[in-house]
C-alpha cells in the first residue's frame, strides 16, 4: 500500500495543494494564483496574499483530494511549508495543516519550500523515467531566491543500510518519534514503517550552500524590469516570450543604440550572484532615452485593458526596447549558467539541478543543456508547472522527512527565514 501524503503551499502568492504517492507519484496538484490580485501593484502585497491564502486554503485542498479521488481518511500525512516565506502566508497553509493534522490524527510533517523546490526536479525526472546522479549543483532561482546549493543523498540513500545505521532517527515510526505530543495516530499511521526502495529522493538530500544573491533575486530583476517597460505582472515569461522574438527577427543583432550588459562583478565569493546592477542600468537607460516614454505609456494601457500576452505587447515594442529586452534576458541568463557551471565543475558534481520559477525560462534552459552537454554533465528542470510555486514538490519533501520520523508536534511555528544549509 502506497503512503499518501497531502502538501500545503502558501509561502508567497500561491495557495496550493497536491496528493502525492509515495514521494513520487503525483495524484493531483493544484495551485491558485493570486497573480490577478497582485498584478497592479507590480508584485505581492504580503497583506493582501494572507487574505487570499485564507480565502482558498479550504476549496483547495478539497479540489486536490477530489482531483486524486480520495478523501481525508485516505492520507496518511501532511507536509506543510514552514518556511522560508511571508509570515502572514506561512501562518495561513500551517494552521489549516495543523488542524488537519489534529483532527484527522495523521503525522505533520514540516517542509523547506527550498528543499520542495529540489524535489520538484526528481519529481520530474520520475514522470520522465530518469534519475539524477547525486551529488548536484542545484541552483534555485525565483522571484524570492536564487540559491546554489551543493546537493547529496542523505547518507543510507539507495544503500543497503539497516535502519539502526541510518540513524536512531529513522527507527522509530512517528507513532513512537511523536510520542508525549498530542497527537494521535489512526490505524492507518501506526502501519506505517520506513521503506527502502529505488527512490533516493524519499531519503531526503544534504545541502552545503554555496552561494546566494546579495540584492535582488533573479525573477525580482525581471519583475522589475518589466515594470519600467510597462511589460506587465509578473514579467518573467512575457520578458521570455518578447526576447525570443527579438533573437529570431533579429532585433537585438541589427540595433546600434542598445544597452549592453557586461559580466556581473562580484568580490568575494564567485558563487553569489547579483542583479540590482542590471535592473539600475535598465532604470537610467530609460532615463536618459526619454523617446521611450510614448511606446511605454502605450503599453500601459494596453494592459489597463487586459491586453497583457506577449503577442499583444509585441507590436507595441520598438526594435530597441527589444533589444533592450533580450541583452538584459542574456547577462541575467549568463550570469546564473556561468556561475552554476563553474561550482559543478570545481565541486566535481556530475549533475546540475535547476528549479523555481526562473526555471521555465527558455533561454536559460537552452543555454545549460547546451553548456552542460559540452561539459560532460547532466542538467535537470522541472516541467514549467513544477518550476513555479505548487504542493506536489511539498509532498514529496515531506515524503523523505516522514521516512526518517521527522514528526512535528503541535507547537511547530511558521519561520519566514528557514534556510536548508
Ligand atoms: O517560484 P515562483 O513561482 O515564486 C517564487 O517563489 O518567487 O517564481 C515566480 C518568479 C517571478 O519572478 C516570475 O517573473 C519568474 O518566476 N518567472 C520567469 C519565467 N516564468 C516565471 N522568469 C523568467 N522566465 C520565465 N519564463
Ligand atoms: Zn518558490
New binding site residues.
Given amino acids: 500500500m502506497s503512503t499518501r501524503i497531502l502538501g500545503i503551499e502558501s509561502s ?1 502568492d ?1 495557495t496550493a495543494a497536491a496528493v502525492v504517492a509515495d514521494g513520487r507519484e503525483i495524484l493531483s496538484s493544484v495551485v491558485a494564483s493570486q497573480m490577478d490580485i497582485h498584478r497592479k501593484y507590480g508584485g505581492v502585497v504580503p497583506e493582501l496574499a494572507s487574505r487570499e491564502h485564507l480565502r482558498q486554503i479550504v476549496p483547495v485542498v478539497r479540489e486536490a483530494l477530489a482531483q486524486a479521488g480520495l478523501s481525508f481518511s485516505d492520507i496518511d500525512a501532511i507536509g506543510v511549508t514552514q518556511g522560508p516565506g511571508l509570515i502572514g502566508s506561512l501562518l495561513v497553509g500551517m494552521t489549516y495543516g495543523k488542524v488537519l493534522a489534529l483532527e484527522l490524527g495523521k503525522p505533520l510533517v514540516p517542509v523547506n519550500h527550498l528543499e520542495g523546490h529540489v524535489h520538484a526536479v526528481f519529481l520530474e525526472a520520475h514522470i520522465e523515467r530518469h534519475t539524477p546522479e547525486l551529488p548536484a549543483v542545484c541552483l534555485i532561482v ?4 536564487t540559491l546554489l546549493y551543493y546537493v547529496e543523498a542523505k547518507p543510507g540513500a539507495g544503500s543497503t543500510l539497516s535502519p539502526s545505521e541510518k540513524g536512531a532517527g529513522s527507527t522509530l515510526s512517528p507513532l513512537e518519534k511523536n510520542a508525549g505530543s498530542t497527537f494521535t495516530l489512526n490505524a492507518s499511521s501506526e502501519a506505517w514503517s520506513p521503506r527502502i526502495d529505488d527512490n533516493q529522493a524519499s531519503y531526503g538530500f544534504q545541502f552545503r550552500r554555496l552561494g546566494g544573491t546579495r540584492d535582488d533575486a533573479a ?2 530583476a ?2 522589475k524590469v518589466a515594470r519600467l517597460l510597462a511589460l506587465g505582472y ?4 512575457v ?2 516570450q518578447l526576447a525570443t522574438h527579438a533573437t529570431a527577427s533579429g532585433a537585438a543583432a541589427n540595433t546600434e543604440d542598445e544597452l549592453h550588459f557586461g559580466p556581473v562583478k562580484i568580490k568575494g565569493n564567485s558563487y553569489d550572484f547579483s542583479f540590482s546592477g542590471i535592473k539600475t542600468a535598465v532604470l537610467y537607460y530609460l532615463r536618459a532615452h526619454p523617446e521611450f516614454n510614448a511606446e511605454i505609456e502605450t503599453r500601459r494601457e494596453a494592459l489597463l485593458q487586459g491586453r497583457r500576452k506577449a503577442a499583444d505587447l509585441l507590436p507595441l515594442c520598438s526594435p530597441q526596447v527589444l533589444a533592450l529586452i533580450s541583452n538584459f534576458q542574456s547577462a541575467v541568463v549568463n550570469d546564473l549558467v556561468t556561475r552554476t557551471l563553474s561550482a559543478a565543475s570545481e565541486t566535481g558534481a556530475r549533475t546540475i539541478l535547476v528549479s ?3 526555471a ?3 533561454a536559460l534552459r537552452d543555454t545549460f543543456q547546451s553548456k552542460a552537454l559540452t561539459k560532460g554533465l547532466n542538467v535537470f528542470f522541472p516541467s514549467r508547472a513544477l ?3 505548487n504542493a506536489a514538490m511539498i509532498a514529496a519533501a515531506a515524503y523523505s522527512h516522514l521516512q526518517a520520523g521527522d514528526i512535528a508536534s503541535n507547537d511547530l511555528n511558521a519561520e519566514p527565514n528557514l534556510r536548508i544549509a
Fill in positions: 508567497c500561491e525565483s522571484g524570492g531566491h525573477g525580482e525581471y519583475d509578473p514579467g518573467g515569461p520578458i521570455d523555481g520559477g526562473v521555465a525560462n527558455s518550476s513555479t510555486d
